[in-house]
């Protein structure tokens, strides 16, 4: 599959590791429609591939991600924020989500392990991807942001689900209700990364030799320790799933959201007034 072409993704496969890069088209690996299409048949592909027993996940230039693709994801949005809105754009918007939120779990499923190499930003989106990946590096420049709440919106693709796992609930809801960025020192303190290296190139050498030293075990024993790990939590991430598609498809739309959006395209500070 390292021959096929993508439009949001470079994938490459050599000594039974993929490496996974994201290319955007958008702005900083921003994700757009083929992200999001992409993702789970690219998990996909590789799950079912004997060649590959672990993956890297990284980004392409200086940034992990920017996080959703606003502009590019604009139409999942317009229906269900339209005057007088009902039960079949909520419904839509619904399906819409759980699309989104299937994508991110493709990489938390798929049975070969997975690491992520972020640099640079990780922001939104970026944080539901690696709090779907199994180990998390950083280098030293890397800046995470759960912002949703920034913008008027409760995330709800994977990090209110994983996280508390991962960070814990009191550092979850720190980020979660402040909206702040955290560098790469406070992340691996709060244990959202497993380590913190120099810069991109030694990041990814870092997660390179991880990837090396799982496909050097057994391979379907690796698949059996991933599912048992995963086992207890598996129903308390889909229900927490579940649950933020219905919150946000009946309570997304507001005027904070549209004065959110409308002050990032204008480039100002927005100004909520809670309607």
């Known amino acids: 599959m390292s021959d096929q072409q993508w439009n949001a993704f470079e994938v490459s496969i050599a000594d039974f590791i993929a490496e996974v890069t994201l290319t955007g088209p958008g702005k900083g690996n921003a994700m757009g429609p083929d992200f999001w ?25 200086s940034h992990f991600s920017y996080g959703l693709d606003l502009a590019a994801m604009g139409g999942d949005l317009a229906p269900v924020l339209a005057d ?18 299937a994508a991110i779990s ?43 709440v ?12 994983r996280l508390p796992a991962i960070i814990g609930d009191g550092h979850l809801r720190e980020l979660a ?10 992340a691996a303190h709060i244990g959202l990364v497993n380590d913190v290296f120099d810069d991109r190139e030694a990041v990814l050498a870092a997660a390179r030799a991880t990837a090396a030293e799982i496909a050097a075990n057994p391979p379907l024993v690796v698949h059996g320790v991933k599912a048992v790990l995963d086992h207890s939590r598996r129903a308390a991430v889909e229900d927490s799933l579940r649950y933020v598609a219905a919150w946000n498809s009946a309570f997304l739309p507001s005027d904070d959201l549209t004065e959110a959006v409308t002050a990032v395209f204008q480039k100002r500070p927005p100004e909520f007034r809670g309607a």
Do not use: N
């Open 84 to 101: 007088g809105a009902k039960a079949r754009a909520r419904t839509e918007f619904h399906d819409s989500i759980r699309r989104l939120q």
């Open 37 to 61: 299409r992409e993702l789970p048949e690219i998990c996909a592909q590789l799950d079912r591939d004997d060649d590959v027993r672990a993956i890297v996940l990284t980004g392409a230039g």
């Open 150 to 161: 920034r913008v008027a919106m409760v995330a709800d693709v994977g990090s209110f689900a």
């Open 106 to 148: 493709a990489v938390a499923d798929c049975r070969k392990p997975v690491i992520a190499a972020v640099s640079g930003w990780c922001i939104g989106g970026g944080v539901d991807l690696i709090s779907a990946a199994d180990i998390r590096y950083a280098s030293s420049d890397a800046k995470f942001s759960v912002r949703e």
């Open 177 to 186: 209700l402040t909206g702040k960025d955290v560098d790469a020192e406070r």
